[in-house]
Structures are given as structure tokens and as C-alpha cells.
């Protein structure tokens, strides 16, 4: 699915032609718009003195962000609310037979704060909000959750056509430890994600 969503995109930036610098309207107001990209991340389980140590996980992102700017001058700021599904995932068999932890979702409420260039925007985002998490042990099943996180990112998103942006953004993710109870109880760490995504901006 996500594969599938990433070529949609692409192929649809490949129908944008640049506006020339005249043509280009200032950051002001409402817009929604969908993004693709890639995260990696660590995850860690722990029970008692036990641990599997930081273990890789990776994968796609895609998902969609609505919100809206407010811009004095060349300052822009506003919210947004960002909402995607991933395939970052990861396991490892240090200390266990089979333990898989998937970041399946996540969303967050973002403000945004930023300088209007004249030939895009450059921002940064500083958001709150939670992620579903996965953990699986072999022979024992599958456990899921709810865990909050803040997110921290930084963009350039510039016009492509009128009443479209091209957006390109890095952010990082940090999520709480969840916890399970598939063999006792275990603590299922998160670790930092860092995520790269491409998107396109639709203004209203």
C-alpha cells in the first residue's frame, strides 16, 4: 500500500512545472497534502536484568497533514495536524526468542514557525501526540498500544503550480516505553525515529 502511494505521488509531481518567482503568493492560509518517505529507529526490550540491547528497525511512512499559516511580513506561523501509518519495523533474537516490535501509526499536532524567503518557506515544527505500537514474541502472540510522543522537525516547502507546494521535511520522533505482557512483564522501548519525507501541498 505504501509503495503504491509513493508512486501516486511521484507521478504527480511530475505533471508540476515550477512558477516563476512573480507568480508566487505568500504562505497564507488554509492547506492540506499528502507526504511519502522513509524512518529508521532503534527499539530495546527489557525484562528484569535482561535485554536484547538496541536493535535496528526501519520502513516506509506515508500519511496525510492539514493546517493553516498565518504570515506577517516573512514570518510564518501556524499548526498543523499530521497523521500517517509506517512499516517501520525491526527484530532481533539477543536475549529472546523472536522479539519484533512495528511502529504502526502515529499523529501529532504541530506548530509551525518560519521565514518566508520569496522562493519557499523554511520552518521548524515542534509537535505532541501518540503512536500505536506493536511488540510480537514468538509462540507467544502479539501485544499492542497506545504510547505518546513529541516530535521535532525542520522543512523547505516551496510553489511548484499555483495553489501547490513541493514540501521536503526531516523530523525526529520519540516515543514512551510501552509494555507488555506476552512472557511477563516487559518493557518495550521506542528510540529515537528519524524520518525524511517528500510531500505535496495543496493551498486553499
Known amino acids: 500500500m505504501l509503495k503504491f502511494l509513493s508512486a501516486a505521488l511521484v507521478m504527480g509531481l ?5 512558477l516563476p518567482t512573480h507568480a508566487q503568493d505568500t504562505m497564507n492560509g488554509w492547506y492540506a497534502g499528502g507526504f511519502v518517505g522513509y524512518g529508521a529507529s532503534t527499539s530495546r526490550w527489557t525484562q528484569g536484568a535482561v535485554s536484547t540491547g ?21 514570518t510564518v506561523y501556524g499548526v498543523e495536524l499530521e497523521l500517517a ?23 501529532f499536532v504541530k506548530a509551525r514557525l518560519g521565514r518566508d524567503t520569496g522562493r519557499g518557506l523554511i520552518y521548524g515544527a515542534l509537535g505532541y501526540g501518540a503512536a500505536s505500537v506493536t511488540q510480537m514474541l514468538t509462540g507467544s502472540g502479539h501485544s499492542a498500544g497506545i504510547t ?5 522537525g525542520i522543512g523547505y516547502e516551496a510553489p511548484f503550480q499555483e495553489g501547490w507546494n513541493l514540501r521536503a521535511e526531516a523530523a525526529y520522533m520519540h516515543f514512551d516505553g510501552a509494555s507488555n505482557t506476552l512472557s511477563g512483564p516487559i518493557s518495550v522501548d521506542v528510540g529515537g525515529v528519524t524520518t525524511l519525507k517528500l510531500g505535496l501541498t495543496q493551498k486553499f
Open 14 to 18: 511530475l505533471t508540476l512545472s515550477p
Open 54 to 74: 538496541d536493535f535496528s528497525t526501519g520502513g516506509m511512512v506515508a500519511g496525510l497533514y492539514g493546517g493553516r499559516n498565518w504570515q506577517r511580513d516573512k
Open 85 to 107: 501509518v509506517s512499516e517501520i519495523e525491526g527484530a532481533t533474537q539477543t536475549n529472546c526468542v523472536g522479539c519484533r516490535t512495528d511502529l504502526d501509526s502515529y499523529g
Open 148 to 152: 505518546p510522543g513529541w516530535q521535532l
